[in-house]
């Protein structure tokens, strides 16, 4: 089944999705086997999705869920002790019990999945799948579909997250408060990456990955419901936000790229940009500021001007100085590079961008000549900025940036000499 | 049977790509795309990609203790994998068919650019056999 806006809006899947973390819970505390009440969880919501359309939703869905997965998990138990009977040639019936059927979901399971899932031991591939399987309540085949791999690579990836989760033998609970703080920061980041992957169009000719960016935002709004007073965790829900508000103007007719200064503000979703800004002044109302508020006010400030002319570069650029003393990030000294242009003049840009000269982080990277032929047809230079448009759209992994960059090219050898 | 169409060319077609005018540009990728609806919609269409530049190309062997040895610089002449197609057809003139209509995608002056297409039938399995 393909993740589909449409899919997503079929009341019992929102139900299924929502239901999906709570009935892991559960059924985790009651086994003890992370990855097998995984398995088993998937099991009864693929159940539901076949039965539930057909004979109506039960009258308590979390129960019905419960009790088809702890039946999965009782016949997985029953077949592994079978087999391990068999090996090890020991006679008598060791039967599984029925497990009472006393569980209730426990407020905080959702957020001790996250902190499993996103296991700083986990690859971010890895952690991304099956964040998306055990808390976001995806089936294999649509998280397949959404990343362009095979259903049989995705399993196999999810099921050796879930490997590496038993080996590393962490426990189903809350972390310490010590290492509280790091592990957050491991779960924002991989919801982070999960609305980058639906957001950039890193993959295929078609931009329909628009869902996974909704799915962050879902997984983002439930941290953010578990932490109200985090506000990191509030500033990259309202990061989301202010950024998926453009969704709609981001591409034309054609799936091409439309860069910021040249979309249509009328697209723009101004209910979404209320409610970003709103969480965002009550985070940084409340303690220190951290990296997510500051991209989220930065993504504010352009969401908030009417019309691009209109853009407080100057306020970017503090912040982006900000920004740029907490982390040291080149993507961050592009972007503040770019702002200083906006501000002081191209010139300015390019030599800020001279610092990241033999940075290896960038070597061979696109977004460096990207914003250097940027910068240096700011500064008029119309040739020299065809030919780094040339040089990114060489280096780039993405169809519709390479087409939006030989455009650029194009067009300034068009305007400079009509032709080449 | 399935046949894959490649489309190859040599650093300089790709460094003249990045030189046609914008028009141009846009025409060849309009009709790219429109190319790959057809096949959609003629229910043809198996798979398609498109290669990024080969300007990072490499060529990999194992040394004798099996770590990578890498060869990146290339004659002009080496032609490179572009992109490729792959359709489901009942028969190589139908392959050719189609590898035919995607070499005159428009070049320079909307005119043909009758690039060569390598088409090379896929190998079937177990699966195909219908066993």
């Known amino acids: 089944m393909a993740v589909t806006a449409q899919s997503s809006d079929v009341p019992f899947e929102h139900l299924l999705r929502e239901l999906t973390p709570q009935v892991l819970g559960i059924v985790v505390r009651r086994f003890h086997d992370f990855a097998a009440a995984e398995d088993a969880v998937q099991e009864a919501s693929i159940a539901a999705a076949i039965q539930w359309p057909r004979d109506g939703i039960p009258e308590n869905p979390r129960s019905w869920l419960t009790q088809v997965a702890f039946r999965k998990m009782a016949d997985h138990i029953r077949s592994e002790s079978a087999r391990r009977r068999r090996e090890t040639e020991v006679a008598g019936e060791t039967r599984a019990s029925e497990p009472a059927f006393d569980a209730s979901p426990q407020e905080d399971d959702t957020l001790v999945l996250l902190f499993m899932c996103c296991h700083p031991a986990l690859t971010p591939a890895s952690a991304i799948a099956l964040t998306l399987r055990a808390v976001g309540g995806l089936t294999t085949a649509e998280i397949a579909y959404a990343f362009l791999v095979p259903e049989a690579t995705m399993a196999q990836r999810i099921s050796r997250a879930k490997q590496s989760i038993k080996e590393s033998g962490i426990p189903f609970q809350l972390p310490t408060s010590q290492e509280r703080g790091q592990r957050l920061g491991s779960v924002l980041h991989v919801l982070y990456l999960i609305f980058n992957e639906g957001y950039t169009t890193s993959a295929g000719p078609r931009l329909r990955r628009a869902d996974l960016s909704r799915e962050a935002i879902r997984l983002a709004r439930t941290v953010h419901t578990l932490q109200p007073n985090d506000t990191e965790v509030a500033g990259l829900l309202a990061l989301m936000l202010l950024t998926d508000a453009r969704r709609r103007a981001r591409t034309g007719a054609n799936d091409e790229l439309i860069p910021l200064a040249q979309q249509d503000r009328g697209l723009w979703d101004r209910e979404q940009i209320t409610e970003g800004v709103a969480l965002l002044s009550a985070a940084l109302r409340k303690a220190s500021v951290g990296p997510y508020q500051l991209q989220a006010a930065i993504a504010a400030v352009h969401d908030e001007a009417a019309r691009a002319q209109d853009t407080d570069w100057p306020q970017i650029l503090a912040l982006y100085e900000l920004l740029k003393r907490m982390s040291d990030n080149p993507m961050v000294t592009l972007n503040h590079a770019i702002a200083a242009a906006m501000v002081h003049g191209a010139r300015k840009g390019l030599d800020l961008l001279d610092d990241l000269r033999g940075d290896p982080r960038l070597a061979n990277h696109h977004r460096l000549d990207a914003v250097r032929a940027h910068l240096l047809e700011m500064a008029g230079e119309s040739l020299a900025a065809a030919k780094h448009y040339r040089a990114a759209a060489g280096k780039t992994g993405n169809l519709p940036e390479r087409n939006y960059l030989l455009m650029q090219a194009a067009r300034l050898t068009t305007l400079t000499d009509s032709g080449y | ?131």
Not at chain 2, 17 to 34: C, G, T
Not at chain 2, 45 to 53: H, I, Q, R, Y
Not at chain 2, 111 to 127: D, Y
Request: proline share 5%; no cysteine.
């Open chain 2, 1 to 131: 049977m399935k046949y894959i169409l490649m489309m190859n060319g040599t650093q300089a077609n790709f460094d003249s790509y990045a030189k046609w005018s914008k028009q141009d540009i846009e025409a060849n990728v309009a009709f790219m795309r429109n190319f790959r609806q057809e096949l959609h919609d003629s229910g043809v269409f198996v798979d398609t990609k498109e290669l990024a530049w080969p300007q990072e190309a490499k060529f990999v062997r194992s040394g004798a203790d099996g770590e990578p040895i890498t060869d990146g610089v290339f004659p002009e002449s080496k032609e490179f994998l572009a992109g490729y197609w792959i359709v489901d057809v009942g028969s190589a003139e139908q392959a050719y068919k189609i590898a035919a209509r995607v070499s005159a995608a428009p070049g320079p002056g909307g005119k043909p650019a009758n690039m060569p297409i390598e088409v090379r039938q896929v190998l079937g399995s177990h699966g195909d056999l219908g066993l």
